[in-house]
């Protein structure tokens, strides 16, 4: 966190409606670490390497050299990296074709690229607890070809 001067008071707590960069309000760059428990609100990006659990309503980004390695409850999630956890999204998930996920996921609304690595379970009936999966059949509601390769998205019934 940095040091931001208001009012001629220093203060090393973030004020709020600070400017975010690039659309993010956090970013863990690549070639950086991080372990321990992340909490936050807007948009938090990762390029680099975390460890620990990670709680909010919001929005995360795993980019493509990002890894994280932890359980997560979240508001939505976009992984184009490595995670190897189970993730609980209140709203979505989506999977890009370079991701490699290693854990269970929950979610009312999956989107998986043509690409995507995944050894898991997927739940998306949110009256079933996370260690609970159902068929497949109920899973994919339709598949698109776009021309640059199939997108399948999922959506709770």
């Not at 607890?129 to 698109?144: G, L």
């Amino acid at each position: 966190m940095g040091i931001l001067k208001t009012d001629e008071t220093i203060s090393n707590k973030p004020q709020m409606g600070s400017a975010s960069v690039g659309g993010f309000n956090a970013i863990l760059d690549q070639g950086s670490e991080f372990e321990g428990k992340l909490t936050f609100q807007g948009t938090v990006r990762i390029d680099g390497t975390f460890k620990g659990e990670i709680f909010s309503k919001s929005h995360i980004v795993i980019g493509k050299s990002g890894k994280v390695e932890g359980n997560a409850q979240i508001g939505s999630i976009a992984i184009s990296g490595h995670y190897i956890g189970n993730i609980q999204a209140k709203e979505k998930v989506e999977l890009h074709s370079t991701a490699i996920v290693e854990g269970d996921i929950t979610s009312p609304s999956l989107v998986i690229e043509d690409g995507v690595k995944l050894n898991g379970k997927v739940n998306m009936n949110p009256d079933l607890s996370a260690s609970t999966s159902f068929s497949e059949d109920k899973n994919i509601n339709k598949t698109r070809n776009s021309g640059m390769g199939t997108q399948t998205t999922t959506n709770a019934r």
